[in-house]
């Protein structure tokens, strides 16, 4: 299914953009200059409904045409009574000779074995393929939430055929993965769930492709967070938002929500694979204090060996920053950090946001050297989200606030993630636009 924004939306979104620079000029010279430099490329709702999705979720990825592909948590046309809106969608962007972008639903879910909610950004194989989590359903899923790994591939006509590769089941195999897949050299994919596993607190997984074509994917559980500490402290971390990475010795980096020697903070983690064994072996990187932030809700960005990622929480409290508040902690807006291998351990330092240039992070960081850019989902001017760089140790600059048009948001409100393509920083907010279904969006640096 084709859905291309038609010429009459493109001229409002033109007028509005007008309209909000004109608007920022007036308010200050700074807020004009960041407001010039970001471009809406396509408003959900466009076609009048919400088949072409709704709340996109994740960073974008390119292929080498220059196409961009995402999803969306809700949308798509499989209407239901547990998605009244649609389960989500796959979709991609194309850039439209003489400027604009068409939009084309590459699957719609459709609350059964492939799947409901998808959150996370995709990944491509060498062949061109793409593969993704939803975060509900499946089919073998014991109801509400288990979730799916899926691939999507093109064919020959142009439609692209969807393969549930694995369902979770709980126990013990976990449930509920919010985060992206990534492969290894082998064509092996990780993951992590949130949920599930033995100690009911999340897992990291592996899946690796059938020995023989038409065979089915095998899951490995890598490690089961909670296995030290017990209880309530779970020092090894517990409850894993976001994915892995993998270095070039084939060990994997992650962070966890909560656990830790303190245990409402998280951690930073990494897995070591066992020689010839099979197993792996966890060590903790670093446990967040609070103070130096906590709650990483995303995964870790390399850059030289070194490790960036960002805390949803902790660190300063700000006005701005209004994510629910878990007794007895405070609002806090959190910030970015990175971490450096030292001899024998990681040397942490970290950049806290203060809500008025941005709070409460909830997507990782895209790196281009050591300049470090990302998103905040609340904070900044008006409360509803930033876009920023970092560069070196601790020069921030807020390139964008969202929310330029109060209430209305024509702009977006709440982003969640930024990838960088050409120069050009891209990403989507999950709500706000004309339609106010969400929005991807462009900023030239």
Same mark, same amino acid.
């Given at each position: ?152 591939? =093109? ?108 245990? #409402? ?131 921030? #600059? ?9 209430? #209305? ?5 709440? =982003? ?30």
């Amino acid at each position: 299914m084709l859905v291309t924004a038609d010429l009459e939306a493109n001229m409002l979104i033109g007028r509005l953009s007008i309209v909000c620079v004109a608007l920022a000029t007036l308010l200050g010279g700074d807020l004009a200059y960041s407001q010039t430099k970001e471009t809406v490329l396509y408003s959900f709702g466009t076609n009048g409904g919400t088949s072409d999705g709704w709340a996109p979720s994740g960073a974008l990825i390119f292929d080498s045409a220059g196409n961009m592909y995402g999803v969306t948590s809700s949308g798509g046309g499989n209407l239901s009574n547990n998605c009244p809106n649609g389960c989500g969608t796959v979709f991609e962007l194309s850039p439209i000779s003489g400027g604009g972008w068409s939009e084309s639903i590459l699957h719609a879910f459709t609350e059964g074995e492939d799947g409901v909610g998808p959150l996370s950004s995709l990944v491509f194989d060498t062949q061109g393929n793409l593969y993704g989590t939803t975060v509900g359903l499946g089919g073998d899923c014991q109801p509400p939430d288990c979730g799916t790994v899926f691939e999507l591939s =093109p064919t020959l006509d142009g439609a692209w055929t969807e393969t549930t590769l694995y369902s979770f089941t709980g126990f013990p195999d976990g449930y509920e993965p919010l985060a992206p897949v990534t492969f290894d050299a082998q064509g092996n994919l990780f993951g992590t769930t949130s949920s599930g596993g033995a100690n009911n607190v999340g897992t990291v997984f592996e899946l690796s492709p059938p020995s023989f074509p038409g065979g089915n994917w095998s899951e490995t559980i890598v490690y089961a967070f909670c296995q030290v500490g017990g209880g309530n402290k779970c020092l090894d971390g517990a409850i894993p938002y976001g994915g892995v990475v993998l270095d070039g010795a084939g060990n994997l980096y992650g962070t966890t929500l909560l656990g830790g020697t303190q245990p #409402k903070w998280g951690v930073v983690y990494e897995l070591t694979p066992i020689s010839g064994g099979g197993a792996w072996t966890e060590s903790v990187l670093h446990n967040f204090n609070g103070t130096d932030g906590g709650e990483p809700e995303a995964g870790l960005s390399f850059d030289e060996g070194n490790l960036y990622g960002t805390v949803s929480s902790g660190g300063l409290s700000g006005s701005s920053c209004l994510k629910d508040q878990y007794p007895p902690y405070s609002v806090a807006c959190g910030g970015a950090f990175r971490l450096t291998p030292t001899n024998g351990g990681w040397a942490g330092s970290s950049f806290l946001f203060k809500g008025t240039n941005g709070g409460n992070p909830q997507a990782g960081l895209s790196m281009n050297g050591t300049s470090a850019f990302g998103t905040t989902f609340r904070g900044g001017t008006y409360g509803r989200g930033t876009v920023f760089s970092i560069v070196g140790n601790g020069n921030e #600059k807020v390139l964008h606030s969202f929310c330029q048009v109060f209430p #209305k948001c024509y702009d977006g409100t709440e =982003p969640a993630g930024v990838t960088l393509n050409g120069g050009v920083i891209y990403g989507i907010t999950q709500y706000g636009g004309v339609y106010d279904q969400g929005v991807v969006f462009s900023i030239e640096q």
